[in-house]
């Protein structure tokens, strides 16, 4: 916490003014004080109040005074609050072993219907860009608010061969870096990352079933964007589980495709993905999570890569930014200097004055 006005917390001197002026006058009263013949008389009179009942008034008042009188400082926190310019790059592996059944009907599809909910789910203001990955990464949509646009470049995915984690990322920093003027494209040597909590709105999603088998190394590329203050969070998609590997033909491109019957067909040689299919490199995922300030997410069938991308804005909308606290502090003090004063009327209702 900052105090955007220091010299205000003069304005807490108000508290010890107070209480000395009471002593002052609580001492002038005792020397004024008349005699009577019978104080016990007195003291029936008027009913007996316990000490706690005397202070506790006393006492919120007093704190109520001093939340009062620092809310003039205009104290600041580092809050997190929601980002009102946020976009996110979401990186959809686009390999072969995306074909792989252990997911129903494919990987392919189930991730495409559950990012198809993330981006109908979005905020309206929220930019979303796509960029799909296999053995090289491309950009298929910038930022944008135009969900159908997305959703039609999510429809028209294509597998190929190959797992460029690591230039998915590098191709979203320098997205990122068209629109954002604070972010740097890759290829231009920063310094150091920044401290954890100052990161940019803009965020990178990369979501894959396998290993990086080509290209910059993932870790290599993490750094990038943490030094550019940007976070990935990597999202591991599918099971271990051996399984056929089938797409229809409009999911697979045409330099593997090998054909088959009833409009469904296999890659040709699949031995490999198949080994591959088992290699989901998680270490390397949370790494690359763990550098950039983000965080790793395992969705093994299409109902948990739905929940993982559906409640991923609830984390990525937030940043850390300093906000005024004034208002907390009115508010807190305002009530405690009503309820010391409100208690004080209430435990003397049935006190008079004596008659002199």
């Known amino acids: 916490m900052s105090l955007s006005w220091p010299l205000a917390l003069l304005a807490l001197l108000v508290v010890p003014l107070l209480l000395l002026a009471r002593w002052w006058f609580d001492r002038r009263r005792k020397r004024s004080a008349i005699g009577v013949s019978s104080v016990g008389l007195i003291r029936a009179a008027i009913p007996g109040r316990s000490a706690w009942r005397r202070r506790v008034p006393v006492a919120l008042f007093l704190v109520g005074l001093l939340l009062i009188g620092f809310s003039l400082t205009r104290p600041t926190a580092m809050v997190s609050v929601p980002a009102d310019n946020t976009s996110i790059i979401l990186a959809m592996d686009a390999s072969g072993s ?39 990464a491309g950009l298929l949509v910038p930022p944008t608010t135009e969900k159908d646009r997305l959703l039609d470049a999510i429809d028209g995915l294509r597998t190929s061969r190959g797992t460029a984690i690591g230039q998915a990322i590098l191709t979203s920093i320098d997205t990122i870096a ?37 290209g910059v190394d993932p870790i290599t590329a993490a750094e990038q964007a ?21 797409c229809t033909a409009d ?42 300030g983000g965080k790793y997410f395992r969705a093994e069938d299409a109902g948990q890569l739905t929940d993982v991308l559906t ?21 807190a ?11 004080s009327l209430w435990w003397n209702r049935g006190r008079r004055p004596v008659a002199r």
């Open 333 to 343: 003090g305002t009530l405690l200097t009503f309820a010391g004063a409100g208690l």
């Open 98 to 136: 995306m074909c792989s059944t252990d997911v129903e009907p494919n990987r392919l599809s189930a991730a495409g219907e559950a990012a198809r909910a993330f981006v109908e789910q979005s905020d309206d203001g929220t930019r979303i860009g796509l960029v799909a990955f296999a053995g090289i």
């Open 226 to 246: 943490a030094a550019r203050r940007l976070r990935v969070f990597t999202i591991g998609f599918g099971t271990t589980e051996p399984a056929a590997m089938v």
């Open 311 to 331: 409640d991923l804005p609830g984390e990525i909308g937030l940043h850390e930014a300093e906000r005024e606290t004034t208002v907390w502090f009115v508010l």
């Open 178 to 214: 068209e629109y954002n003027t604070d972010v740097t494209e890759t290829g231009v040597a920063l310094s150091a990352p920044t401290a954890r909590g100052d990161y940019e709105p803009d965020t990178i999603v990369v979501l894959t079933d396998g290993s990086n088998t080509t």
């Open 251 to 292: 999911q697979v491109s045409g330099d593997n495709w090998r054909g088959g019957g009833g409009g469904f067909g296999r890659w040709g040689d699949d031995s490999g993905l198949r080994r591959r299919v088992m290699q989901l490199d998680e270490e390397t995922l949370t790494q690359v999570a763990d550098t950039t």
